[in-house]
């Protein structure tokens, strides 16, 4: 059996007790992830966020991911798997079959696959996928 930690960073989320739940998953709220492209902050936490999850070997699910934008930075900071409407809306079950063997990746989030990068080149990194 395994748990996930949802809404990381709110609630009884907080770092006391990632010590204490036996969580699997470690789940970085939508609120954070929507502000991840336009704010400093949001992008320190979510960064902290995910490597604290490494830390405590745990599994990192970015929610709320719309934009491929937000999809590539989550994966440069080494997030494992996102959810949002930036992957898929919710759909019925009977659906799920045929849109896993229709699923494309997001042509953007293939681009960084196989680009090495540090944090400090994110100003640098940005520019070179806007353009």
């Known amino acids: 059996m395994t748990f996930a930690l949802d809404d990381f960073g709110t609630g009884y989320s907080t770092l006391s007790y990632l010590r204490q739940i036996p969580a699997n998953v470690l789940k970085i709220d939508q609120s954070l992830v929507r502000d991840l492209l336009e704010e400093e902050d949001a992008r320190t936490l979510v960064s902290g966020g995910i490597g604290l999850a490494q830390a405590f070997r745990r599994e990192v699910v970015a929610e709320g991911v719309e934009e491929s934008a937000q999809g590539a930075l989550l994966m440069r900071l080494g997030c494992d798997v996102a959810q949002g409407f930036g992957i898929a809306r919710p759909m019925p079950a009977l659906d799920l079959p045929r849109w896993i063997a229709d699923y494309r990746p997001d042509p ?24």
């Open 108 to 131: 953007d989030w293939q681009a960084w696959i196989d680009v090495p990068w540090d944090i400090q080149d994110l100003p640098l990194l940005a520019a070179r996928f806007d353009h």
